[in-house]
């Protein structure tokens, strides 16, 4: 009896081999999904942290804020540009807008308050469109063991089924029936590691996420606080 993977295929049934072929297209669909993922993370972090260190001078130094406008169109692959660029427009046309009532300190939270809302409504869309393809990660993950289960069971069945039937060389010997619980097996450790290599790569993509959102938030929140410091030094009096 064959005990490699080429001889246990030959020997596995029909339902046991659509198992099999199942979980190795999840597994392609899921390194699909990763590839392209990461392939977009590492875009969006460099062109993100080029685009930061483009707007920092500019946000730092009083009167330059305006330099701004239109910088997010040099990095369009940038998330937080896409999230940064428009409230910095708000922002502008708000204190034209406010004319010579930007030094209302009332006037300028309210018009703070109104960007960063704007903000966080920006932030949420470029989450959901990072997020693309991470939920099928995760059903792939949480689905491949059961997948691999069922073909486990099946195989099983299959052999008992031939244990108990002499006329197949069953009558009750454990070697008739080894061929049928190693294929019972084969499934149940193939979509295990489908689900392993799902999990990791789900868990990777989560804790990227997890930075982006800390990156837009840290650099939301300079914006801001310049543009209430730049405030405060306005009415300060000589």
Do not use: C
Not at 34 to 44: G, H, P
Request: no cysteine; glycine share 12%.
């Amino acid at each position: 009896m064959d005990f490699t993977l080429v001889g246990l295929w030959g020997q596995m049934g029909i339902i046991a081999k659509i198992v099999v072929i199942t979980l190795l297209g999840m597994s392609m669909y899921g390194i699909g999904i990763a590839l392209e993922r990461t392939l977009t993370f590492r875009r969006s972090r460099t062109q993100s942290l080029a685009y930061i260190s483009a707007l920092q001078p500019l946000v730092t130094t009083s009167g330059r804020l305006r330099e701004a406008l239109g910088l997010e169109q040099q990095y369009k692959e940038a998330p937080v540009a896409r999230v940064i660029g428009p409230a910095i427009k708000d922002i502008v046309r708000g204190l034209e807008g406010l004319g010579a009532s930007a030094a209302d300190p009332t006037e300028l939270e309210i018009l703070i308050h109104e960007v960063s809302r704007s903000m966080d409504r920006t932030k949420k869309r470029e989450m959901a469109s990072l997020q693309k393809g991470l939920a099928v990660l995760a059903t792939i993950a949480s689905s491949a063991p059961f997948v691999g289960l069922f073909g486990t069971v099946m195989g099983i069945i299959t052999a008992f089924q031939q244990m108990a039937d002499p006329s197949k060389g069953g009558g009750g010997g454990l070697a008739s029936v080894s061929a049928g619980i190693a294929e019972a097996l084969i499934t149940t450790a193939v979509g295990l590691a489908v689900a392993i290599g799902s999990v990791w790569f789900y868990n990777y993509f989560v804790a990227k996420l997890d930075d982006f959102g800390g990156v837009v938030e840290d650099t939301s929140g300079d914006l801001l606080d310049s543009i209430l410091r730049g405030s405060r030094e306005m009415r300060r009096p000589v």
